[in-house]
């Protein structure tokens, strides 16, 4: 467990200062300047012309998303039951990263923040190596030495964030800008949440892509909640896009829950690179789930807030959508669900039965080449698992 | 006297404060509305109010910078970080700014201020999640450090924090926030800042350790105690800076050995001062080198290696084996 | 020395990318949004009201500026002739500080950066004590502890500047909170420079301030420079002020080298503080001098641009308003010169006699009550500067 | 070979080395057009063009956390702190951040920064401008720290910091900046990250620093070295992390005595994992404790304290003294 309560527990009274319910931004989504493609049942609203996208892709997309949803439910099972150590839902936050991350080229870098399996799987990341990270085994990219969901691997161009909240975001910035010093055609894009913005290296990053314009995208999941920190004791002002303002970085809010929009605005921000360099997107979301299996919302947020934005889901709202379209229909879903849960079924099994790593393995990379402190302590702690294992076999223990 | 766990000790320690002195205030990310994301000032904003209990932005630099301001205007701030991986952002405001006020301005303006940092592994939380910072914030002056390892010290070292009249950071013990119950005798006395613990009277060897690493120190040295010659006396700090030099000196001077465990990483960590220090105090006492457990020097892992990273029984008793067995 | 360029250089070709010559943004005020009272040549242009000034006021505001260019001068020349370690200029920006110190009451608190010593002498300061600080002498209210110009004085309410640029901007932050929450009167204002807006804690700062309104001014004195850092290096922004808008914070910029607006603009926000808390005031001015006595302008800007800004010197152009008004002739002007040069002269003199700290003082003031380790290294100090002492007299040294 | 400042050494290595190697840039304060305040990089900018030196806003930690994100996609990025009081808001991006991308990623990610900071004081700059912050990056794991003293030497180790594949602290001595000159071998040549300089034999003491206080730890062996039994070996460390335990074991081992110098304070500090390490490594050869001369325990001052805050030659030999008349 990463912090204390571990277990889910009965609503209790509001132990601070009660927060006032907010009904969905979405809600608004006009006055508030946050573009939509598809109203709250799918259906295009005439805001943001409908993306180019092909049928195949579309259900791409939409698969993606589902398949995140069926492993969160997983990884929050397997949790619960005490067979993973933590776990960070992205229940509601599916269409932010997946369309976001579709909307890249595979050669394009991503930096992720935690609530973004879907950006993996999307570089064909297969399920068995995303548990044997969640379970930290040691044949997956990481080592595991990661906490679960803090996901990358360097053959899908994807770096895994820092635990420190936004604290990455300039290491995107930089290596956006060297990228275009380097003469190449690399993109980035760099994830991170509403909470991220009030970090020093917001302001950092910002400013120097204002200075430099490196071809990135800085995408913030407003997604209402810095752990039971709401938007209002985050920042004053009235939107994070308009943030970008402050250092003349292009920037612009989107309906987060709605992928077409979601895509559209990614894909233009990436048409800008070359003349705007960076482009802040504010995609408006909401956690739908715990912010991590140690955390209890019900300590902090009323009922009726999640249940106004359950009306926004993306997964139904996108489903709805292609079923308009004619791409989907029951059959389909019912196949599709059947099909991630096999898959996702296996490869826990598979996932799990792998090795965790060898204790002497924590001593490599940390540097390129072991420095003589770090070879004597392995070769101490070595010979101090040799005699502990020769003293449990004396006294039997 | 009542029972109570490690984290509701801090809690109360907060409270009693908070109702005597008017200037008390918490700030921190979470520390309102939830209670803080370990539940330590739970009730603590729904009695004093928001502005005395302040949920603040994700900026742990601003935490701790805004609470420096906040003291040189006469408040008694405690700044809460969420775990102490992420106080390093504060580094430069606590090491350059809070700590650095009194003596750049002559004595005219001083930082009355506490930082409350949950610290130390055994939690499976992962590197920044189990965090022993104490090395850096020892360096350089200005900064006084406790760590508590009982309820009661948590009650007493914190009380004690709040008074004092200069920075104080307070490691808290995660591990054993919940899992340590113990009598708290809860009226307001505070424990002397610099007053080390002997935990267990001995006369062959000196075990030094602060934080949870204390409890497997003595439980070590209860276990060895059987065999003749393992006589040894355990020592827990409670304060880093200043550390009780004189109880130190006089234990080693007595027991002629010493070693030191710590789960922060070996070089450069505290047992490299306490080290040096008593070599120069008991040189000629000393029937051994000074033995440092000690984590390696690299960083805490999620998985395969923290338990092996984090001193255990086994690592301290060897270490105490080798020291006992020294032979020139 | 603080660095290595001690001596003052014959101008030197660029080395660098040459930096385009700027034309003073105070040329362009209306378009930029720059309040002023008044024009170049001290006239009230109309843009904004003149404030309601006495004339006692007026004077005290001109004579400080005077006086503050005068110690200005010197501090120059004592350094350059190897007496002061160290010196920053205040020049061209006297009209920036000292109009907007004089709109604050005694009561109120200054966060100081290192060019506002007028505020000092607002205040009350002698300008003995203030060049036994320039001096470093122990009798100095800081013990002489701090480089010169880093002033302070608790008795006035004046706390010094860590040297870090823009790190104590939360400070002043933060302590104008507790005041409010004290519920005391106190007003607060702290200086910084526009290299200071790309710090953390400037974004730190802001961010609190947009959400608990504390009454503060934040005084930001854009001179154009950050050492040989133009502002289009500092930020991609068009003002500094609009900053503020990204986390709510009232602001707005006004001529730095307009004393009038200044102060108007400076009690503006004063009334606002209930209202609105803090303002972010961009007070658009220009390093006439060396950014220290450590620099060379001439390795970064051309001459040109300094010679442009000369014609916005803000003390002519108060001269010639208060001569407009008639409070100011010619025997005015050449009395209070003399008056200042005596005065300074007498000062330094003093200053420079007063003795220096001594050495087991600086054990002084690290904790309330020193520890043990300080007490131990203040003895063995001691201890050693007798047997040096010793050890000379033996060998005659 | 060719006459140089130390100043003038680092800079050929830099200019050496953007020859050599397209994917070396600098950033940092007043580093392009002014050629940085000590004109350390002056012409580079002009050499290289503006994308290779860039003129950055006024932001360390912004300097360190981008010229992370360029290490990471391949750019050698040399990233200079204005001064080494001033790195400290890059703390937690250093120590946090670029030292753990390595073993985070399981190695597929590398950090080949360098870090140059103008250190140590003797410049009447008062506290920030005469930093010695070395501690508090040695701890923890993962950087590289370098302290040249010699023109030689800077060049040689400010090569080796820009080549070696992970992060690296160059703490550059400020008061030799353009008082040291010496016969500089340019020719691309750098020297061993982790080897010592044995500057001067001797059999009776070892004496250690880094730093430009390694010429006043020589210049007092010298003086002393007339009275008989004060034949002094001096070792410059040159590098901190990892520094060259062979040598100095091997040094103390047949001296029997050992001194460390260093201009931080004294707790904590460098020497403190110095006396650590020895008095581990060379326990039954020690005639006498392991002496530490170090600043006391508070800040640098700007006038009245600093010289006697800073070790003089008076105090290094009173400690060898000591320690050559220590008795049990
Ligand atoms: C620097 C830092 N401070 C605190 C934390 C603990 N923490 C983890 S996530 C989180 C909230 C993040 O909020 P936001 O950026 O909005 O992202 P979200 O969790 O909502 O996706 C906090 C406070 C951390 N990981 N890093
Ligand atoms: C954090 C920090 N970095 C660098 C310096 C060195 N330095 C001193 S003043 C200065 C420029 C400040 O520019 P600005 O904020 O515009 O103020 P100005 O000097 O123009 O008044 C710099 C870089 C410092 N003092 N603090
Ligand atoms: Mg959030
Ligand atoms: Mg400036």
């Not at chain 1, 994807?158 to 990228?179: F, K, R, S």
């Not at chain 2, 204390?214 to 439980?219: E, P, R, S, T």
Request: with cysteine.
């Amino acid at each position: 467990m990463v912090n204390g309560t571990s277990t889910p527990s009965a609503p209790t009274a509001f132990l601070g200062q009660p927060r006032p319910v907010v009904a969905p931004l979405l809600e608004r989504a006009a006055d508030l300047a946050i573009a939509q493609v598809l109203d709250a049942d799918g259906v295009p609203n005439g805001n943001l012309a409908e993306p180019d996208l092909s049928q195949a892709q579309l259900r791409t997309m939409y698969e993606t998303m589902a398949l995140v949803r069926v492993i969160d439910e997983k990884g929050w099972q397997l949790q619960r039951s005490g067979r993973l150590e933590f776990w960070i839902p992205s229940r509601g936050q599916e269409a932010a990263h997946v369309a976001s991350a579709l909307a890249m080229d595979a050669a394009d870098w991503i930096f992720l923040a935690d609530r973004e399996p879907g950006a993996m799987l999307l570089r064909g990341a297969s399920l068995q190596s995303l548990f044997a990270q969640f379970f930290g085994r040691a044949d997956e990219p990481l080592k595991g030495r990661r906490l679960p969901l803090l996901l990358g691997d360097r053959a899908l161009n994807i770096i895994p964030c820092m635990t420190q909240v936004g604290a990455y975001l300039p290491h995107a910035a930089g290596a956006a800008w060297a990228a275009k010093l380097k003469g190449d055609k690399t993109r980035f894009i760099v994830y991170f949440g509403d909470g991220a913005t009030s970090r020093g290296e917001f302001h950092s990053a910002m400013n120097f892509a204002g200075i430099h314009r490196p071809p990135i995208v800085f995408f913030c999941q407003n997604n209402g909640w810095a752990v039971s920190t709401p938007t209002d004791r985050q920042t004053a002002a009235d939107s994070f896009a308009e943030k970008g303002d402050a250092y003349k970085v292009r920037n612009l809010r989107v309906d987060g829950n709605d992928p077409l929009a979601v895509f559209a605005a990614t894909k233009e921000a990436l048409a800008c690179t070359d003349e705007q360099g960076a482009t802040l997107i504010e995609a408006v979301t909401y956690r739908l789930g715990f912010h991590t299996s140690s955390d209890n919302p019900d300590l902090y947020r009323q009922p009726e807030e999640v249940a106004a934005w359950e009306r926004w889901d993306p997964l139904p709202r996108m489903r709805k959508y292609l079923q308009a379209c004619g791409y989907w229909d029951e059959r389909a879903e019912a196949q599709m669900q059947q099909r991630c849960e096999d898959e996702v079924r296996e490869a826990v099994t598979a996932a799990e039965a792998m090795a965790p790593s060898e204790p002497a393995a924590m001593f490599d990379d940390v540097f390129a080449e072991p420095t003589w402190q770090l070879r004597e302590q392995r070769e101490r702690l070595l010979a101090e698992l040799e005699t502990e294992l020769e003293t449990e076999l004396e006294t039997g223990a | 006297m009542t029972q109570m766990t490690v984290l509701e000790a801090l809690g109360a320690a907060m409270a009693h404060e908070m109702a005597r002195d008017s200037d008390v205030v918490i700030l921190g990310e979470d520390v309102g509305t939830a209670g803080g994301i370990f539940r330590t000032t739970q009730g603590l904003q729904q009695r004093f109010g928001p502005d005395r209990v302040i949920d603040t932005p994700l900026d742990e630099k601003g935490i701790a910078a805004h609470a420096v301001g906040m003291a040189l205007y006469g408040l008694r701030p405690i700044a809460e970080i969420q775990f102490s991986g992420f106080i390093h952002d504060a580094f430069e405001q606590l090491m350059f700014g809070a700590t650095k006020y009194r003596w750049m301005t002559g004595g005219q303006y001083s930082v009355p201020m506490v930082i409350r940092a949950p610290s130390f592994g055994g939690i499976n939380g992962g590197f920044w999640h189990s965090q022993s910072p104490e090395a850096y914030y020892c360096h350089g002056g200005g900064m006084k450090i406790v760590v508590p390892s009982t309820p009661q010290d948590a009650y007493g070292l914190l009380l004690a924090a709040i008074r004092d009249p200069d920075p104080t950071l307070v490691l808290e013990p995660v591990p054993l926030y919940r899992t340590l119950r113990g009598e708290v005798n809860d009226d307001g006395e505070a424990i002397g800042i610099g007053e080390a613990a002997i935990v267990r009277p001995g006369n062959d060897l000196t075990a030094l350790s602060y934080g949870p690493m204390c409890h497997d120190v003595l439980a070590v040295a209860e276990q060895m105690a059987e065999n003749p010659g393992y006589d040894i006396e355990v020592i827990d700090l409670r304060s880093l800076m200043p550390f009780d030099v004189d109880a130190i000196t006089a234990s080693v001077q007595r027991t002629g050995r010493l070693v030191v465990v710590h789960e922060a990483p070996l070089s450069l960590g505290f047992g490299a001062e306490l080290a040096a220090t008593v070599q120069e105090r008991a040189f000629g006492y000393l029937h051994c080198p000074i033995g440092r457990v000690a984590a390696p020097d690299l960083p805490y892992g999620f998985s395969g290696g923290d338990e092996y990273y984090r001193p255990n029984k086994a690592r301290i008793a060897a270490a105490i084996r080798r020291a006992m067995e020294f032979d020139f």
